[in-house]
């Protein structure tokens, strides 16, 4: 095995794809990871973006969101229907970091998360996953800013390595890279809709690997994330016992849980040891 130089790792380039940040959001192991390491891996000599949803709740003028209208304006189909896709950003000033926020008034704009304030999980959670990911990559296309590792966390950014490896894999910016995958005991516990497969597939995703998610529920949308993924990472302490199995049988480099005394260190290290 050949390892790459230090000083040619320093300009490694990591695309963080987060379902939650703190501050824009409270804090909770998925949060602080995805405000936190993107800094640390930041202060260890990589380049970094960040890339979370606009949730409404979210409070514009208090963490200074801006539009950014060079990048705004394309529409995104989804199911049929056309989306417009805005693109929000907001700086950690302490951390010397940006982060951009995937926005759109059909998807994003209710003041919940991934449910309502009676702890329903909202009916288009599908849809808006897959409006994340492609905003996400169109977005990094827009920037032509080529990653070398693509992190994602959470289930909302889990249909980003489907779509990487499929319809985006013959775009020249993603031609050299790696995708992670980190899985955390953050489990959505209504299935996605039906229609859920139909709508991958319309969008050109090969119908062979659809049947994972014949039953679009939280194992099985994870099992597909991690199918497309080069690398897992296990993110809670405790996760999906399913889950669990499933990527004991997996013939990819994964990474037990690391807790927040060393795990900036101990994922750094886990991108090298992918890009090797």
Known sequence: MVYTSGKEMESRKVLFISQEITPYLGETKLSKIGRFLPQGIQERGKEIRTFMPRYGCINERRNQLHEVIRLSGM?????????????????????????????????????????????????????????????????????????DIVHCHGWMSALVPVYLRSIYSDDPLFHNYKIIYSVYNNDFKTPFRSTFADKLRFD??????????????????????????????????????????????????????????????????FYDKILS
Request: aromatic letters at 10%; a negative charge; hydrophobic letters at 40%.
């Open 75 to 147: 529409n995104l189909i989804i199911d049929d229907t056309d989306h417009p896709l805005i693109i929000k950003v907001a700086s950690i000033q302490s951390a010397r970091m940006q982060v951009y926020f995937i926005d759109n008034d059909d998807y994003f704009q209710r003041k919940h998360i991934v449910s309502d304030a009676a702890g329903r999980e909202f009916d288009d959670n599908d849809e808006r996953a897959l409006f994340f990911a492609r905003g996400v990559i169109e977005t990094v296309k827009k920037l032509r800013w080529a990653p």
């Open 204 to 269: 050109g995703i090969d119908g062979e690997n659809l049947k994972m998610v014949k039953k679009p529920d939280f194992v099985n949308v994870s099992k597909l994330a991690i199918k497309y993924s080069d690398g897992i990472i296990i993110g809670s302490e405790d996760i999906n016992e399913e889950l669990t199995k499933y990527i004991s049988t997996i013939n990819k480099p994964v990474l037990p849980f690391k807790d927040e005394t060393e795990y900036i260190d101990a994922y750094n290290d």
